[in-house]
């Protein structure tokens, strides 16, 4: 019997020393993940606005030039991320705004950055998504990316759209992008969300630019 109490006892105090040790450890990294986060969040404005300066930045870097460059503003429930030239007249490089909506299989997050009179795609990035690797998923490579800088947003496309997807191997103009291969619902996804929010955006903005 006192066998038995030993051995629960014993079971007790491991499983009292495991589980104090696991919380102090969830609260001793809780900070560095929220700065890990942070960091990676000021990387996607930073690139998006084309202020990252070229080369890979560390923490303290991403950091500081964040703070010096870029200011966050609320302007009628739209976040906006406005990025500066690095001089005395500060004058505005462009906007950065978050973008999002559903895919194939999950929501898709975003950063989508508009030049200063709001005309021009200057940079757009993919934040979280869950599509299919090698198919949707491709949504975060640079050359799919790279296709929307310099896009136009004043007007609408033959098709009715600020920005349309179209097949690989078609001649774009202005409005349009290559869509991936065997992706089609993915990229019908991103083209719906990014043409509503793109819609949004100027509307929201013509009210009262920050």
């Given amino acids: 019997m006192k066998e038995k109490a ?19 450890a969830k609260i001793a990294t809780q900070e560095q993940v929220r700065l890990n986060a942070e960091v990676r969040f000021q990387r996607v404005v930073l690139r998006v606005l084309g202020l990252t300066e070229g080369g890979r930045l560390s923490k303290k870097e991403v ?65 979280r998504q869950g599509e299919t690797p090698g198919l949707g998923a491709r949504i975060t490579e640079e050359w799919f990316k790279s296709q929307f800088e310099g896009k136009s947003v004043t ?16 001649p774009l103009d202005k409005h349009e992008v290559h869509g991936i291969t065997g992706a089609t619902i993915t990229t019908k996804g991103v083209e719906s ?16 630019a920050p």
């Fill in 193 to 208: 969300f990014l043409n509503r929010d793109i819609e949004r955006i100027r509307a929201t903005m013509k009210k009262g």
């Fill in 6 to 24: 030993y051995i629960i006892g014993y079971m007790a105090v491991v499983a009292a020393v495991f589980t104090t040790g696991v919380t102090f």
């Fill in 63 to 127: 950091g500081d030039l964040f703070r010096r460059r870029v200011t966050e503003k609320n302007v009628q429930d739209l976040t906006v991320y406005t990025g500066y030239t690095d001089d005395e007249k500060r004058q505005v490089i462009g906007y950065a705004f978050p973008i999002g909506g559903m895919g194939l299989w999950s929501k898709i997050e975003g950063m989508l950055a508009l030049g200063p009179d709001l005309d021009t795609i200057i940079g757009i990035d993919f934040t």
């Fill in 155 to 170: 007007s609408r496309g033959k098709g009715g759209e600020y920005i349309r997807f179209v097949s690989s191997d078609k």
